[in-house]
């Protein structure tokens, strides 16, 4: 995170502002905390395209954004030194289920257990994918990256999508985990640092944002992820 950043309470409406940018392609957005996070965007004319401005959700072939809920929800932009607005953090005081280890939650969908306060991180499988099933079950109980849990590796392996919900927004990633190394794929994506992770932030370091909120969707405008 930029120091230089600041942070303003914006007048507009949430849903406004959600709904303006919805139907722009160039803005990117994410879901998530320090350590874990999905990256959304779509292209104007991609296969798939479905954009409902009126529920406030976009979906893909590789990816979806939808909104939860703006209940409660404080926008905040964030501007650099020259004035220009480079993020909105839509933010709120709501909790997510904190899980610390591996829980199914629904058939072939499971919890990673990040143990953010905001934020879950969620895979859900294919129904053919028996195999990656029971390594997950296996490590249910268990923090995901405990030493000798199965779930990791296969979910690294496997490449199910992954689903990052918080009480504002919720973003699904079906594109790939690319390997070791390997750089993620342009438009939905997901990111996951156990290092950072470990830190226990819910902002980056230097972030403007308010102490006591947690930002639950961040929208850039005219942004390429």
């Known amino acids: 995170m930029d120091p230089a950043l600041h ?12 709904r303006r940018h ?24 991609e296969p798939g395209l479905q954009l409902d401005l009126d529920a406030l959700a976009v979906q893909t072939e590789r990816g979806a954004l939808a909104i939860v ?10 501007t650099d030194e020259a004035g220009r607005l480079r993020e909105i953090a839509f933010c709120s005081g709501r909790r997510g289920a904190q899980r610390a280890t591996v829980t199914e939650i629904g058939p072939l969908t499971f919890d990673l257990g990040v143990a953010a ?9 294919r129904s ?14 268990r ?16 490449s199910p999508t992954r689903i990052l919900v918080s009480p504002v927004a919720r973003i699904e990633v079906h594109q790939p985990i690319p390997p070791p190394g390997g750089r993620a794929p342009e ?12 830190q226990g932030r819910t902002h980056p370091p230097g972030s403007p944002l308010p102490e ?3 930002c639950g969707l961040s929208l850039y405008p005219r942004t390429r992820l």
């Open 117 to 125: 306060p905001h934020i879950d991180m969620l895979v859900r499988l």
């Open 69 to 78: 809920s703006l209940e409660g929800v404080q926008p905040f932009g964030l």
């Open 128 to 141: 053919d994918d028996a195999a990656t099933a029971a390594a997950l079950r296996d490590g249910i109980g």
């Open 22 to 45: 919805l139907a722009d392609p160039t803005t990117g957005w994410s879901v998530g905390t320090y350590g874990a996070i999905a990256e959304f965007q779509y292209d104007a004319d």
């Open 187 to 198: 438009g939905p994506h997901t990111h996951l640092l156990p290092k950072l992770l470990a």
């Open 7 to 18: 942070c303003r309470l914006l007048d507009d409406d949430p849903a406004f502002i959600v």
């Open 143 to 158: 923090p995901l990256l405990a030493p000798g849990n199965p779930a990791g590796p296969a979910i690294a392996r496997a």
């Open 212 to 214: 006591g909120l947690y």
